[in-house]
């Protein structure tokens, strides 16, 4: 391989979250880098510098990167022939079963199989299933290119809102190869000499990405489920949390109670997790019971403000908060959406803020934009509540931490706040003359 600034790089799924940040970073770290889409309208804008999602500080390095020219956007599977690694970045959604959808990473393997120029790394930044690569590259032996394609597991831990960041300071680099000197070439193009390498078989690569992602949805479930007995016997679960969280055996992250955790990955990876173990003939008791405490926060949480409404039919219900996290836009996989079809099939009147959500035409709803033909959208929080009979928190905003809680509770016909993220304070919101709910205080 050549030396760094001379190494071409490919990235399939380059429009994608992952596969946008990887381009532009590696372009920045000096990599000729071309960022490969199918879709033609998000590369024309892409081109131009508009991005198809935000996130924090990628438009920079994209319009800096595209004006040195070290980033480029293709739909041209002949410039992904050319490079020398390629990075395959493109999404593994939940089958109806459960099980991840790898047929866009084959469609990759078999378009670099068929159009490469030289021998190629190519990379799976992609979440797969453990054996995925072994499978892969069973079947680029039967082609005769095991020589010629050489593959590496190399999972990805970005996480949305600070991906760019997190790219630049991961806490880890997991590359998994047949052999370990592949694999250590892959981590090192990332030229963080810093970082902890763990250099691996591809199938402890696939699993440590899935045993990662479940352990994070286990210590969001295991909070949730304490918040429970905390909100029933005087405990407040922040409290707890930050008792418990000071061990540095456990630590502090991922412990906030509150809807549960949803997006485009947990959730899947949990899913797909409990599929393997079935698969391999075992039962993932503990893993099903993360996914069933995370189900069961969603239901209580609307079934609360049922109570305390007596019945949903016909109240007019404002619910904040519309993207999985905040400092995203993304609502794929949100809790929000089944949240809000399940009040509007129970009758309720629904209106919905997000800071950056202001319009149904700025969000790709997908299937549940259908669902979701009756909500109101309202631009501010204030106009949001205005009216309204009860208030659901749902997304961590820090905007809304510092709302005038005095104004909801004047502008609200019955000011009942369920906060699904305890963002608010309890006293303060006593004061403000709420009905205030949390979850586990
Ligand atoms: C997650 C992982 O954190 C990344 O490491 C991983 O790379 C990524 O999935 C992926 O597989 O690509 P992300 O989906 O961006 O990243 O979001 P998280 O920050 O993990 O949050 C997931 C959900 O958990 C959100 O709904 C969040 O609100 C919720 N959450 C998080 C809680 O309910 N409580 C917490 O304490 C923390």
Known sequence: MGRKGIIKIAVAGGLGHIGLVQAACLAEKGYLTVAFDSDQSKLLKAQQGQLPF??????????????????????????????????????????????????????????????????????????????????????????????????????EFLREGSAV???????????????????????????LPQVPMVITSWENAELIKYASNAFLAMKISFINELSRLAGKTGCDIREIKRGVGLDPRVGPCFLDAG?????????????????????????????????DVNEGQRVRLIEKLERELGGLSGRKVTVLGLAFKPHTDDVRNSHSLPMIKRLLGKGARVTVQDPWLITPSRVDLGGAARDLEAVVWAKCPYEAATGSEGLLVLTDWPQYRSLDLVRLADLMKRPLVVDGRNLFDRAEADRAGLEYHGVGI
């Not at 991961?170 to 592949?182: H, M, W």
């Not at 409990?274 to 993932?284: N, V």
Request: glycine share 8%.
């Open 259 to 291: 809807v549960g955790f949803s997006g485009p990955c947990l959730e899947k990876d949990l899913r797909s997790l409990i599929c393997q173990f079935d698969h391999a003939g075992e039962k993932a008791a503990l893993l099903q019971a993360v996914w």
């Open 165 to 191: 960041s997190d790219f630049n300071q991961p806490a880890r680099i997991v590359a998994g190869a047949e052999d370990s000197l592949t694999a250590e070439r892959v981590a090192r193009l990332y030229a």
């Open 54 to 155: 935000i996130e924090a500080g990628l438009d920079e390095l994209v319009i800096k990167n595209l004006r040195s020219e070290r980033l480029q956007f293709t739909s041209d599977v002949d410039q992904v022939g050319e490079a020398e690694v390629v990075f395959v970045c493109v999404g593994t959604p939940s089958l109806p079963s459960g099980e991840a959808d790898t047929s866009s990473v084959e469609a990759v393997v078999e378009a670099v199989a068929r159009n490469r120029q030289k021998p190629c790394l190519l990379v799976i930044r992609s979440t797969v299933p453990v054996g995925t690569a072994r499978r892969i590259n069973g079947g680029l032996e039967r082609m005769g290119l095991s020589g010629e394609v050489t593959l590496v597991s190399n999972p």
